[in-house]
């Protein structure tokens, strides 16, 4: 199977020859993706608004696609096992949250109960045609065509700027990395640029409270603490950040983190474990406080988040 690079090799010569007057399917290209590519693939076609869960892939190789969310608060997720070719729903979600988008999904594909970790799902296998990751998106969008209307869509179509188009740009230099210009960012902005940029693998999302945007990124030191969390707090404006901290430290971490954040002064407070950072220069970035970050998850025993 194919990683995403390789895909991105072939976009060129699909653009030739396309010019030549050769037809090159784009999902030939899409079903020789492996578990990575297609990930990216997907998060580069779906955009998730309006919730901290993203599209993301663990460690056993499967794909994970909010979709929906019910007025309970309950996500409707698709699921895709790379490894086994196998896409799968929660069926009590599916089932008694839209009974007739069930209904539908019944009637178009074949469907399987599936136990999984001590829960129900309902798995598709396409009626005719062979299992690929074009299936896959198939199921997606027929979720997203088909649902109830009092379900809320947090998953749409980006379909105004795709893989194929984003290549191009950044070929003649019209495309201006979001890395470039992160510290134009305001607050809500660079919740959504973080979520984007980080994929999670386990452990607490990315949230938003006030004025504050919270990365919790590696498991509690004790018992009684909550999880190590960068914490990047905004003015009232929520343009400028004021403060920089992190919770959740003990004094044998706060020795490494010393080592690696030379360029701040560090401030500790044992209750609790809070550090507060201040640059030695300047101040306070969106850049800045993503570098923090990236070093605290390169130290972290347990990384909740890898940077895609």
Known sequence: MKKLSKIFESIWSDMQDRGAGDMIKREDDINLL????????????????????KIFIDVENVITVPILKSTKGQLIC???????????????????????????LR???????????????VRFEPRVGEFSNEFFIEIIDFYLENCDVDLKKILVKNVNESIWSDMQDRGTGDKIKEEDSIDRFEKNQLMDYLRDTYEPLGGTFISGVSKSIYIPFDKPLKKTWAEQCVCIVFDDS????????????????????KNILNDFYIEYARSGGVVTLTPKTGK???SICVDVLDKMLEIAQKPYYRKQ
């Open 34 to 53: 492996d578990g990575e590519g297609f990930a990216e693939y997907l998060k580069k076609l779906y955009k998730n608004v309006d919730t901290p869960f």
């Open 238 to 257: 929520k343009k400028d950040i004021t403060k920089l901290k992190l919770f959740g430290i003990d004094s044998n971490k706060l020795a490494d983190i």
């Open 107 to 121: 009637k178009d594909y074949k469907t399987f109960m599936l136990k999984k970790s001590f829960a129900t799902y």
């Open 78 to 104: 698709v699921h895709y096992d790379c490894t086994n070719n196998i896409v799968y729903g929660r069926y009590d979600f599916l089932y008694y949250q839209d009974p007739d988008l069930f209904e539908k």
């Open 284 to 286: 306070l970035t969106n």
